[in-house]
């Protein structure tokens, strides 16, 4: 009998990647591995996403960039978080673009930068604010990257910005205001090769958006950006399931030692359900380390495999159904899941 584990479909995730990289060219695709590649394990997901259509990656922050080279990955890397004690001079060092969003990064950058000339992508704040300069602030920025470049310190690789996907109407708006901080830019000698914006949404619905490249992330671990549209009705497959098998059948009721502490959320018991030997049967409840399911009337036994989310090619619930079972978004389900439940690698 397996213990509890999550299972990684890598050819699924290939799959996604080369089918939204085909949907999108001639812009390219860069795919995003934070958070731990979404909770599906950071190393694997990025050789895979490069096998399969992918030509850079993106993470947060530098120590993340800074493991993919360990590991041997040697496209390029975008690496967009800093706080103060970043360390520049690991990531110059190690050839990896940053997004810069703040005339400080500018200035701890260019002292970073010995041998080559840091890349830097400058971001504007296009309505999501979460960071990117001000527009009032993007002009100060632009100079005094510009200031850099002629130092010899920082190469401006691009311009970009975040959109914030709450509705098309104001992913359209944003457009139009990177489109103005792209002229800003260029009436002061700032004309970078690539602009990039778009995520999975706009990256998938709003062609106009997706420039030089594609930041995808959910997408690619086969979880829809939207409400309307499943994975499936997009063409995408899901990656990650979750399974662990019965641990004790009594009185209709089935038991398994997986719970809230591996990260299944508990405010779904009630609506959740899980599949096992052939059919579905609801959670009645999920404890820290345990969840119990409904089996009445069933042939259910100990050992059995119960596969809480998975593919749903055989009727098991997706992730994006236990999103909805827990009043969240499907990106928290798959990233939540523990680090204490092995990673089976698969495809
Ligand atoms: C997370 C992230 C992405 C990917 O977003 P998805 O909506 O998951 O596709 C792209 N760009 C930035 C800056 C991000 O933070």
Redesign the pocket.
Known sequence: MTAPRIEIDLAAFRHNVATLSSLVAPSRTML?V?ANA?GHGLVPLAFAALESGADSL?V?EIPAALELRRAGITAPLFA?LHGPGADFAAAVDAGIDLGVSATWQVEAIAAAAHSVPARIHLKVDTGLHRNGANPEDWPALVDAALAAERAGRVEISALWS?LA?ASPEDDAAALTLFQESVAVAAARGCTPPLLHLA???A?IRMPAARLGLV?????AYGIS?FDDETARDLGLRPVMSVRAPVAAVDGGVASLSIGSADGIPAPAAGRAQAWVAGSRHPIVEIGIDSLSLDVAGSTVAVGDEVVLFGSGDDGEPTAEEWADWADTIG?EIVARASERLPRVYRG
């Open positions: 995003a934070k979404y993106a947060l967009w975040h996907d995520a999975s949404s990256g930041r995808f992330g959910i997408a950006p990106d």
